[in-house]
């Protein structure tokens, strides 16, 4: 059943607003900015596509080159994670994969939102030790749980 779903079943009205609760609380010990977007279904490599996203969403104009995606394909079950160059720099290879295999744990076992919020706040706990928050920040990218239609 799940692999009909789309991106907006995917994720409810209630688990959006979990989910952007947990980036603001994730972006007041950081200056990196998160974002998750949603979409159901793609061709292309998963990767490939969320770098496609990213720019799309504006989210290499971050001050530090901080931003991280979350990209879900829903239908596909395909998920990339997504660091700025700014990021890249300092997190481990690995670590971004762990991401991806945390959530695709959840998403297996239908804790769509549950996998988001603890994924939000790992990658939160690992930009606050890079990137601390900082007296002037601002948020640079919107908290919002963003959908792609396609
Ligand atoms: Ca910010
Ligand atoms: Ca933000």
Same mark, same amino acid.
């Given at each position: ?51 496609? +996203?990213?720019?799309? &969403?504006?989210? !290499?104009?971050?001050?530090? #080159? ?6 879900? %394909? @829903? ?23 762990? +991401?991806?295999?945390? &959530?695709?744990? !959840?998403?297996?076992?239908? #804790? ?6 603890? %994924? @939000? ?23 919002? +749980? ?5």
């Amino acid at each position: 059943m799940s692999s009909v779903l789309t991106a907006d079943q995917f994720l409810d009205t209630s688990g959006r607003a979990q989910v952007r609760e947990a980036i603001g609380a994730a972006e007041r010990r950081t200056s990196g900015e998160l974002r998750v977007h949603l979409e159901d279904h793609i061709e292309e490599d998963v990767l490939d596509h969320a770098a496609y +996203v990213f720019e799309e &969403l504006g989210m !290499h104009r971050t001050r530090d #080159r901080n931003g991280v995606l979350v990209y879900v %394909a @829903v239908a596909d079950r395909q998920v990339a994670v997504l660091g700025d160059s700014g990021i890249n720099e300092q997190v481990p290879d690995g670590f971004w994969t762990d +991401v991806v295999g945390l &959530l695709k744990l !959840h998403f297996a076992a239908g #804790r769509h939102a549950e996998g988001l919020v603890e %994924a @939000v706040h790992l990658i939160g706990e690992k930009l606050s030790s890079f990137f601390p928050l900082r007296e002037d920040d601002t948020d640079e990218l919107s908290n919002e +749980v963003s959908i792609g239609r396609r």
